[in-house]
């Protein structure tokens, strides 16, 4: 059978070890991240992100989320500091969210989860020439995880600068995908504080599939035929060892 996964009973991410082995692998996420056990690590640095000259190309429905995605031709659009050794250009981003309620995100804080999470997804085009080709090595991608949670916040432009809170305190871990092929090519960045979105805004999943293009995420939604993509989200992976630092005590 062709690599099709998703979210349902029979394809989600308790059976994607089936195609994808690397999902029992030792750096998967997301995590429960316990702020009690994540070590302060006041030798990193703070994250410095350019994002002022950014330009979205497209947004897509690719069966999974919705994605916007970026013209990397150059730095202009990237993330440095923190743990990172180099500049790592701003790809794409997209969000996981639930249903209805607070259930959504795929990194949850001592078990809390939020109503959804955005991933701002970058490469280290500083080692590798393409992102195909940075997703596969373990130093490859920076993902900027972002909590949403519900009220009414600005959205203005499409400047993932608006989509940011006030704090850049975060959490770092080594970590991978959390969709399939699931490579542990990530650096996770996981900022501290949510941002607020509106309840109507999270509650209700993006523009449903158009007619007859109905992306696999949907297919398996049983409850007939229902058109909408919703619970696209791998629950927490185990730790194995891992260490997660905090930028802040
Ligand atoms: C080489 C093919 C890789 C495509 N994969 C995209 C992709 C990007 C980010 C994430 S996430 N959810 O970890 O930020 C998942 C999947
Ligand atoms: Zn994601």
Not at 114 to 119: D, Q, R
Not at 169 to 190: D, R
Request: glycine share 10%; with cysteine; hydrophobic share 35%.
């Amino acid at each position: 059978t062709c690599h099709q996964w998703g979210y349902g009973e029979e394809d989600g991410p308790s059976a994607w070890h089936n195609d994808y082995p690397i999902a029992q692998g030792n750096r998967q996420s997301p995590i429960d991240i316990v702020p009690t056990e994540t070590v302060y690590d006041a030798s990193l640095a703070p994250i410095m992100l350019s994002y002022d000259l950014c330009t979205s190309v497209n947004i897509s429905n690719n069966g999974h989320s919705v994605v916007v995605e970026f013209d990397d031709v150059d730095d202009r659009t990237a993330i440095r500091g923190g743990p990172l050794e180099n500049a790592y250009r701003l790809k794409q981003f997209h969000f996981h969210w639930g249903g209805k309620g607070c259930h959504g995100s795929e990194h949850t804080v001592s078990g809390k989860t939020y109503a959804s999470e955005l991933h701002l997804v970058h490469w280290n085009s500083a080692k590798y020439k393409t992102f195909g080709e940075a997703a596969a090595a373990p130093d490859g991608l920076a993902v900027l995880g972002v909590f949403l949670e519900g009220s009414t916040a600005d959205f203005r432009g499409f400047s993932p600068k608006c989509l940011l809170p006030n704090s850049l305190n975060y959490w770092t871990y080594p970590g991978s995908l959390t969709t399939p092929p699931l490579h542990e090519s990530v650096t996770w960045i996981v900022l501290k504080e949510p941002i607020l979105v509106s309840e109507k805004q999270v509650g209700k999943p993006p523009a449903v599939a158009t007619d007859g293009e109905v992306p696999n995420a949907v297919v398996q939604r049983r409850g007939g035929g229902q058109k909408r993509m919703e619970n696209n989200f791998r629950p927490p992976q185990p730790l194995k060892g891992r260490k997660v630092r905090a930028s802040f005590n």
